[in-house]
């Protein structure tokens, strides 16, 4: 089936550690994006990619990180440098039109 | 430059009960439309689009959303919702012009349904 997938669902760590988050999809989709959801505030863009090797910075992307060096991949990296990075996290993809986007299941992450 | 405004954060119905989720835009362009459907500690998944034509949508679970171009508004209703309609629901905008890409969602609307 196609899809997106998300791992881990949960993800746990300490103060001061970089953390990697993956994304995989195998709809053959252009773009990727990655959001972060937190309670009362909806979803706000981290970063986006339209093509491999080619991403730009979203709404908030102060202390994340992503690379783009396959089609199927878009892994976050949450720097130290991200004040507050305890949330929910989103990855989507969407065809060339970037019309729909299909989300994956998100990625539950809390820095202890 | 482009909003969604949704003013309810909560809902609660009960069962069977009609329910309106309320919606409205700000953009300097024209737009496509978007409701999506958040259930707990899941990812979202699109309920219902408009992109062109009729103004009405509607989805194979029984919602349906009316384009209102000159209230901005895109409201999401039910005639009569059930139990597993409870869930988080997300409206969207997205410009037809411009070199952003990007959805903007509003904060989100939870449907709480009740026997």
């Known amino acids: 089936d196609g899809g997106i997938t998300q791992s881990p669902k949960y993800l746990f760590r300490k103060e001061g550690q970089n953390v990697t988050l993956s994304c995989e999809q195998n709809l053959n989709h252009d773009a990727m994006y990655w959001y972060r959801q937190d309670p009362g505030q909806g979803l706000r863009l981290i970063y986006y990619s339209q093509i491999v090797n080619d991403f730009q910075k979203g709404d908030i992307a102060e202390g994340y990180s992503v690379s783009r060096e396959k089609k199927e991949s878009f892994p976050l990296t949450v720097t130290s440098a991200q004040k507050n990075p305890t949330a929910f996290y989103l990855c989507a993809s969407s065809t060339g039109g970037h019309l729909e986007q299909f989300f994956g299941p998100g990625t539950r992450l809390t820095v202890l | 430059a482009q909003s969604v405004t949704q003013l309810d954060s909560q809902v609660p119905v009960f069962e069977e009960a009609p329910v309106e989720l309320r919606c409205n835009y700000s953009s300097s362009v024209s737009v496509y439309l978007f409701w999506y459907v958040q259930y707990p500690n899941q990812g979202l998944q699109l309920l219902l689009k408009y992109l062109s034509g009729s103004t009405l949508v509607k989805s194979i679970n029984g919602f349906e959303a009316e384009f209102n171009k000159s209230q901005t508004s895109f409201h999401l209703r039910k005639p009569s919702v059930h139990i597993s309609d409870t869930a988080e629901y997300f409206c969207?905008?997205?410009?037809?012009?411009?070199?952003?890409?990007?959805?903007?969602f509003g904060t989100g609307t939870r449907l709480q349904v009740t026997l």
């Open positions: 969207a905008v997205k410009g037809r012009t411009g070199t952003a890409s990007k959805l903007t």
